[in-house]
């Protein structure tokens, strides 16, 4: 894994370089991408060269890691309308490339399996833009879920629930108890991961990430058995690693 620490504008560039690198080297560039927090420095860095390099979206399609089960259509916190507010209103991605799976579906697995297929169909994701949960899920796949998974549906832990009422005006009641999420092993599949990681309530799940066992208790740890992984810290994220300076020098040689 690719491991740097540094401060948010620079690890924006990082992750917008992996970006911008896929979009100008494939023909049909297929993006993941994740909703929450961490990705929008990297999303605002994508809007900036956009706007002012003349970056160009246009020919790619993307893909969403995870929705909400139940939310009405026009509820502003469906990840389909916060992807658009954050990222595909802001380029000339096309909204009608831009999939996710349909948490409103009347048949759930259905709707799951579609969505594989969807990804398979496109051939797969190019770059995966992850963000961590603070017990370590990433997507929504929570502890405890198998390495094998595909996308499914999954009941979100309390801890999950509390961390995203800030979306909720504050109510972790009002966060739906059920989504839909790629599987860790959908993601695996994706050729590149871009993960960002900010601020100290991040820290635990960073450490079990890059240096503790792999094990389902902390999901996000299965991409250590990723080929091309970029783990993009913020010094308060990184503030548990017994490893950072190692890290750092790693990163100091190699650049
Ligand atoms: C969202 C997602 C989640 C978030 C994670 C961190 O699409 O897949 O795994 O990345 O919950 O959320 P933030 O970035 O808001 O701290």
């Known amino acids: 894994m690719?491991?740097?620490?540094a401060e948010v504008p620079e690890l924006a560039r990082v992750g917008a370089d992996a970006v911008e690198r896929v979009l100008r080297e494939k023909e049909h560039p297929v993006l993941g991408l994740a909703t929450g927090g961490s990705p929008l420095p990297v999303y605002a860095e994508l809007e900036r060269r956009h706007r002012e390099e003349g970056l160009s979206l246009a020919h790619a399609s993307a893909f969403l890691l995870d929705e909400y089960v139940g939310l009405p259509a026009d509820h502003p916190e469906r990840y389909r309308h916060v992807i658009g507010r954050e990222l595909v209103d802001r380029v000339d991605l096309d909204p009608e490339r831009v999939h996710g799976p349909d948490g409103l579906a009347e048949d759930l697995e259905a709707a799951c399996a579609a969505f594989e297929a969807q990804i398979q169909a496109a051939g797969g994701v190019d770059v995966q833009i992850l963000g961590i949960g603070t017990d370590g899920h990433i997507a929504f796949?929570?502890?405890?879920?198998?390495?094998?998974?595909?996308?499914?549906?999954?009941?979100?832990?309390r801890q999950t629930r509390e961390d995203n009422?800030?979306?909720?005006?504050?109510?972790?009641?009002?966060?739906?108890?059920?989504?839909?999420?790629?599987?860790?092993?959908?993601?695996?599949?994706?050729?590149?991961l871009v993960l960002l990681a900010t601020g100290e309530a991040k820290a635990a799940a960073v450490r079990e990430l890059l240096?503790?066992?792999?094990?389902?208790?902390?999901?996000?740890?299965?991409?250590?058995?990723?080929?091309?992984?970029?783990?993009l810290l913020d010094e308060a994220a990184a503030s548990g690693l017994r490893l950072a300076e190692h890290f750092r020098e790693l990163e100091r040689v190699s650049r």
Do not use: Y
């Not at 690719?2 to 620490?5: A, G, K, S």
């Open 2 to 5: 690719r491991v740097v620490i």
């Open 141 to 157: 796949n929570e502890p405890g879920s198998s390495f094998a998974s595909r996308t499914r549906v999954m009941a979100l832990t």
């Open 165 to 192: 009422a800030r979306f909720f005006g504050g109510d972790p009641q009002a966060v739906p108890a059920r989504c839909l999420t790629q599987g860790l092993g959908t993601i695996m599949q994706a050729r590149q």
């Open 211 to 231: 240096e503790g066992a792999v094990s389902v208790a902390w999901p996000a740890t299965i991409l250590q058995h990723h080929p091309d992984v970029t783990v």
